[in-house]
């Protein structure tokens, strides 16, 4: 990490070690390597995003090691917000023996656990109760399973979630699985979400020159869109390929 990614994540000293470290302590007080954390410049993007937003409520498919959930609960704690469990996580392999509750103990650790509440289950069986409870957040972070299928159902029910305005962001977005959702919300889904561009919100303002390429060619890793209406097509709309 630059000295300047350092800096910019010195607001959650929890995060910054699992950061450094590559690894985090488990319930059984072992070490795990923290292989699939969210990267620096996505987890100061979220941060940066939320603290601009103020967002009240956030929610994420993919808990893992914590460390988005971390950035969320603390900025809600900056924010000066109190703990109401305002940031929902979704994972079924929290306990599984290869994470065993990683992602719970760094929370722990960074004292934040009254800002959580996280969802033992996998995300297709989840998101549809929240519709059906009427939730409604206003930032939410899709980096669950990478597989199209299920981003695309991760995709079709945030939507639904989202409150106006609200902002939905998706994590490797170079991979296959994901671009192709990300081609058929352009392609269909213009009426409810627009793109959001997320450079004011980068690590030094989005001026780094891989960026500035990535965005050029379309490529960066982190993609997010705003909602702008409830999903209105009819059940007969014209199919617009992707
Ligand atoms: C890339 S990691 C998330 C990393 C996290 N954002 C962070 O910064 O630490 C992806 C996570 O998605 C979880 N996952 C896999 N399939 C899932 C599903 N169907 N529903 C919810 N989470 C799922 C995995 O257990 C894994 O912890």
Known sequence: MTALRRSELDFCPVLKELLQTRRGMTRSGDYAHTANISTPNNLITLRNLHLATGAKKTM????????????FMQTHKDLGTLPQRQHLAIDPYQRAPWLDQIGLVAVEHAGLTEYLDLREEVSSLVLPNLVMAKARYDLAYIDGSHLFEDVFVDFYFVLRLLAD???????????PHISKVLRFIRANCASSLREFDLTPYRPAGGKSLKYRVARLLGRTQMVAFQKIGEPDRAWD??????
């Not at 709309?237 to 992707?242: E, L, M």
């Open 237 to 242: 709309s014209p199919f617009r390929n992707f």
């Open 165 to 175: 305005q609200g902002i939905v962001l998706f994590d490797d977005c170079a991979s």
């Open 60 to 71: 994420e498919v993919g808990f893992g090691c914590a460390g988005s959930g971390l950035v």
